[in-house]
Every structure is written in structure tokens, then in C-alpha cells.
């Protein structure tokens, strides 16, 4: 494998991986109650415990938060005969 493309491989895992250092502390302390409800007014050690998910994670944890998109509902059983229930197709 010649040396530049290796220069070149680690220079684009070294920039992704600066980028998630930069957005992932500002992610946990004010993205995250932005795409999940349920985080808003998360404690220090959550917001802590997700700080690697969110370097690793940073391009779509940014699409997310620019497209305004919550969470996937989750889609089983039970959901789906609740749905019938109340008259939702």
C-alpha cells in the first residue's frame, strides 16, 4: 500500500474524528433534548455515557438535528392492535 494513500486514509479518519470531538460535547449539552424528548433534562452522567456514540455517530446525529426528525417509533404487535383500536389504519 503506498505511504500517501495511507496519509490520505488517516487524514480523513483524523478530520472525522475531530469534527465528532467538536460536536459531541455540544451535541450532549444542548442537541440531544432536541431529537429525543425524553433526554431534555438528562443528568450530567447521561450526557456523559453518550459522548462517544455522538463522535462516533456525528453525521447522523447531524442530519437528524437538521432535519428536525424524532426518534423511530417502534413498530410491533401490540402498537399496531392499539392503532386498530382507536380507528388508525
Do not use: K
Not at 500500500?1 to 487524514?11: K, S, Y
Amino acid at each position: 500500500m503506498p505511504i500517501e494513500l495511507v496519509r490520505v486514509i488517516v487524514g480523513i479518519l483524523s478530520s472525522y474524528l475531530g469534527i465528532g470531538l467538536v460536536f459531541a460535547p455540544l451535541f450532549a449539552l444542548f442537541g440531544v433534548g432536541r431529537i429525543d424528548p425524553a433526554a431534555d433534562g438528562a443528568t450530567w452522567g447521561f450526557r456523559l455515557m453518550i459522548v462517544p456514540g455522538a463522535v462516533a455517530l456525528w453525521p447522523l446525529l447531524v442530519w437528524r438535528l437538521l432535519n428536525g426528525r424524532m426518534p423511530p417509533e417502534e413498530r410491533n404487535a401490540h402498537r399496531l392492535a392499539a392503532r386498530r383500536r382507536e380507528g388508525h389504519p
